[in-house]
């Protein structure tokens, strides 16, 4: 896995990468603030799940996957919330290097800074079965069940981890210490059955929260 070249990612940058290199789940990280959003990170899982090298992945914007067959509307959905920087999950049919279409699970996610600025998107994705369906897959059950164990506090944190929103941020959005924050993070990634961001942001997601 790799940075773009001629891209350096600052802190908060390989924070992030950190947190893909440890995930089983194909994951991208884009940059909002250079032109097309393109993927300036990548893991190997996402490599594995599309059959591109990293050479041909970096520098490009996410739709490449896309083909004949591939929803404009959701498409639409996906660029919308990119937008309107906020979470958005969308099961989209893609396509791997050699053309073989699958159903993809889409996740895209703001990242923001420290002040609150907008830094980096997260995307994920998942194969999904042929008979894989909507909010009655697998994927939302479990999530659903996982976030259930969690307290309403814990939940809150998580949703705002989902947000994009740093220890700090949360902290003084939930009126806690930063300390707090931290306690309760680490405690719901126990109970999510994860030790990284962004395995926890896409269960957030799939469960709706």
């Given at each position: 896995m790799e940075a773009v070249r001629g891209y350096d990612l600052d802190a908060d940058g390989e924070s992030l990468l950190a947190s893909i290199r440890i995930s089983p789940i194909a994951a991208v990280i884009s940059d909002p603030r250079l032109p097309t959003n393109p993927i300036v990170a990548v893991n190997d899982a996402f490599c594995r799940l599309t059959g591109y090298p990293v050479d041909e992945i970096i520098g490009r914007n996410c739709k490449f996957l896309a083909g004949p067959a591939t929803e404009p509307w959701l498409t639409e959905r996906i660029s919308a919330g990119v937008r309107e920087r906020r979470p958005v999950l969308v099961e989209i049919l893609n396509y791997k290097r050699d053309q073989t279409p699958f159903r993809n699970a889409v996740l895209?996610?703001?990242?923001?800074?420290?002040?609150?600025?907008?830094?980096?998107?997260?995307?994920?994705?998942?194969?999904?079965?042929?008979?894989?369906?909507?909010?009655?897959?697998?994927?939302?059950?479990?999530?659903?069940?996982?976030?259930?164990?969690?307290?309403?506090?814990?939940?809150?944190?998580?949703?705002?981890?989902?947000?994009?929103?740093r220890s700090k941020q949360i902290a003084w959005q939930l009126s806690l210490s930063e300390k707090t924050v931290k306690m309760h993070r680490s405690l719901l990634f126990q109970k999510l059955g994860t030790s990284n961001t962004a395995d926890a942001i896409r269960i957030a997601v799939e469960a709706g929260l």
């Amino acid at each position: 896995m790799e940075a773009v070249r001629g891209y350096d990612l600052d802190a908060d940058g390989e924070s992030l990468l950190a947190s893909i290199r440890i995930s089983p789940i194909a994951a991208v990280i884009s940059d909002p603030r250079l032109p097309t959003n393109p993927i300036v990170a990548v893991n190997d899982a996402f490599c594995r799940l599309t059959g591109y090298p990293v050479d041909e992945i970096i520098g490009r914007n996410c739709k490449f996957l896309a083909g004949p067959a591939t929803e404009p509307w959701l498409t639409e959905r996906i660029s919308a919330g990119v937008r309107e920087r906020r979470p958005v999950l969308v099961e989209i049919l893609n396509y791997k290097r050699d053309q073989t279409p699958f159903r993809n699970a889409v996740l895209v996610a703001p990242v923001f800074d420290a002040n609150g600025e907008l830094e980096y998107f997260l995307g994920s994705q998942v194969e999904l079965p042929d008979d894989a369906v909507g909010p009655l897959s697998a994927r939302h059950a479990h999530a659903v069940a996982v976030v259930k164990t969690l307290s309403p506090r814990q939940r809150e944190v998580l949703q705002r981890i989902a947000a994009g929103y740093r220890s700090k941020q949360i902290a003084w959005q939930l009126s806690l210490s930063e300390k707090t924050v931290k306690m309760h993070r680490s405690l719901l990634f126990q109970k999510l059955g994860t030790s990284n961001t962004a395995d926890a942001i896409r269960i957030a997601v799939e469960a709706g929260l």
